[in-house]
């Protein structure tokens, strides 16, 4: 039974225009459904409706925008299917540009802030450890609930903005924390400490976690404490890929598994699965396309690149150039790209021949004709979506084989990477 | 008749295709024909156009709301869809097309039991409270 607060009543009827009138009519028809005791505040939206994907979504936003609607709470937005910023950068239709610039200055209008990332949690202002909030997109859902330990369901888009002009959203899920225990613990066995402490192995753990997790609460043991959070947004990613993972648990590194107890809540008798290097090369060799051919192009920053990971890329670049047949692309939020201009890195990361690309994304956003070509990335994500969205054959592998890869002009292996041998 | 969880009212009434492996509504499927085009999927080619989608859950991306409320514009999405777990990305993707286009595309949520009485190319119907009905196809007699 779902009980209403006045103020919920008082949109209900209207009193606050029909925008929100509608979007409280859709909240309240989901909480009966999910059986919700009652609506709770949330601190934060972040929006994914904002790309692009076919009328409807354009349409719903219109409907929702009419009246001069607001946000009720601080909003952020996701990526878009352009870079505004470099709006020349577009491979697809004039009338998808359009829609998708239409789509995108709808969110603005009705008061989001023009973020257009994807990792939210790069932004300064993060959501509080218990705050209840409404995320939508994939890797920010996992972060959020995971590394911040804000609390949000797995929201899609749509739903999103009926929470950022509300404020409010059903009590359910993830939001309760009975429903935030570990329901499936894998303990890694015998992985290298070399290999502990590269990002990559984290996207490729993600990876094989989320497909046998499937939807499940998995607990991670074995991790050191000194996890980045890099590396925690580069497992979410790829478990959110793989998997449908909102929430996950590296037990003595995450907020709520100081103990494998604790993130257990006291329950016994929970599936255990031993990770081992044979499952980690496996699931690495399943994200490179068979047949690879000449490569192309370089494409990281799947998840948006943060400050550090720019640090990373100078670091290897090493006063190096990208080679002239190979196009270079990172992925990155305006608010990382005005943090690195500021730093003097973007003018020497443009002077090597890296391109910086903001506000969208490049597996799925027809930036590039990439098609048939061969693209490495350091992304699980990328790897996984790319070769359906893009029609591209994927090479996956570290930055530092990225990176050495576009100097070279050709696909650099790094086999010792993933030697199983501790050293 | 078989109880299930209602997230979406309505009525539908078509073939069951029963998908084992979750689907990526967003990207996993085309906007010509409705079919199935991710090709990690064993369900590769099957199209869910006019069918009855039972699967456990969705998989994936948040965006597969707005596309599942763009299949149904374009008349090529499922008439109704039976899952075994909640998914509000999709109870949400068959509201906003509902919203805008007036088209009704139930989802359900069944107990396990019930869910795996299903086959595909039963013949299903799902009623308003969420009651649904499985007419087992019957054996094509040919004409003496």
């Known amino acids: 039974m779902l009980v209403l607060e006045d103020r919920d009543i008082s949109m209900l009827r209207g009193d606050e225009g029909h925008s929100r009138q509608l979007a409280m009519e859709i909240i309240v028809e989901l909480g009966k459904a999910l059986d919700a005791p009652c609506l709770v505040d949330i601190a934060s939206v972040h929006i994914d409706g904002c790309v692009y994907a076919g009328r409807a979504g354009l349409e719903f936003t219109e409907l929702l925008s009419q009246g001069g609607a607001q946000v009720k709470v601080p909003t952020t937005l996701n990526v878009g299917l352009l870079d505004l910023l470099r709006p020349r950068l577009w491979a697809g239709s004039l009338d998808t540009a359009n829609a998708a610039r239409r789509l995108m200055a709808l969110y603005v209008a009705m008061g989001c802030q023009p973020t257009f990332t994807c990792a939210p949690y790069q932004l300064p202002k993060r959501p509080l450890f218990g705050s209840h909030i409404a995320w939508a997109e994939s890797n920010a859902i996992a972060f959020a609930n995971s590394v911040l330990g804000a609390r949000t369901e797995r929201y899609g888009d749509s739903f999103d903005i009926l929470a950022a002009l509300t404020g409010r959203v059903p009590n359910t899920g993830l939001h309760v924390t009975k429903n935030r225990r570990a329901e499936i613990v894998f303990r890694l066995q015998d992985i290298p400490k070399r290999l502990l402490a590269e990002d990559v192995f984290f996207q490729v753990l993600g990876y094989y976690v989320g497909f046998r997790a499937e939807a499940l609460v998995p607990a991670i043991t074995g991790i050191p404490q000194s996890v980045t959070e890099d590396q925690m947004k580069a497992f979410g990613a790829a478990a959110a890929s793989s998997g449908s993972i909102a929430l996950f648990h590296f037990i003595g590194a995450t907020p709520e598994a100081l103990t494998i107890d604790s993130a257990l809540q006291g329950a016994k008798g929970v599936p255990e699965i031993f990770v081992t290097m044979q499952d980690i090369i496996r699931t690495k060799d399943s994200l490179i396309s068979d047949n690879l051919g000449q490569l192309s192009a370089v494409s990281i920053g799947t998840p948006h690149f943060s400050i550090t990971e720019f640090d990373a890329l100078r670091t290897l670049l090493d006063s190096r150039s990208i080679h002239p047949s190979i196009a270079f692309y990172v992925t990155t939020g305006r608010y990382v790209r005005e943090q690195i201009q500021s730093l003097g890195w973007l003018s020497e990361l443009e002077l090597a021949g890296v391109q910086i690309v903001t506000d969208t994304c490049l597996y799925f956003a027809p930036l590039v004709n990439f098609r048939g070509d061969t693209v490495l990335t350091n992304s699980a994500k990328w790897a996984h979506y790319g070769p359906d969205h893009q029609g591209v054959k994927v090479a996956f592998g570290s930055l530092a084989q990225c990176v050495e890869s576009a100097i070279a002009g050709k696909l650099v292996l790094d086999a010792d990477l993933w030697l199983d041998v501790h050293s | ?144």
Do not use: W
């Open chain 2, 1 to 144: 008749m078989f109880t299930a969880r209602c997230l979406v009212s309505g009525n539908a009434t078509g073939t069951a295709l029963v998908i084992t492996h979750p689907l990526c509504i967003s990207g996993g499927v085309g906007v010509l024909l409705g079919e199935i085009k991710d090709s990690q999927s064993p369900h590769f080619g099957l199209v869910i156009n006019g069918k009855i989608l039972v699967m456990p859950r969705g998989r994936g991306s948040s965006t597969a709301s707005n596309a599942l409320a763009e299949l149904l514009r374009l008349g090529i999405g499922p008439k109704g869809i039976i899952l075994l777990q909640v998914d509000q990305i999709l109870a949400i993707g068959s509201i906003v097309a509902r919203t805008l286009y007036r088209t009704a595309c139930p989802v359900v949520v069944a107990d396990l039991a019930d869910y795996n009485q299903i086959s595909t190319g039963d013949n299903i119907t799902i009623q308003p409270d969420g009651l649904f009905s499985i007419n087992f196809p019957e054996v094509v007699r040919s004409n003496i």
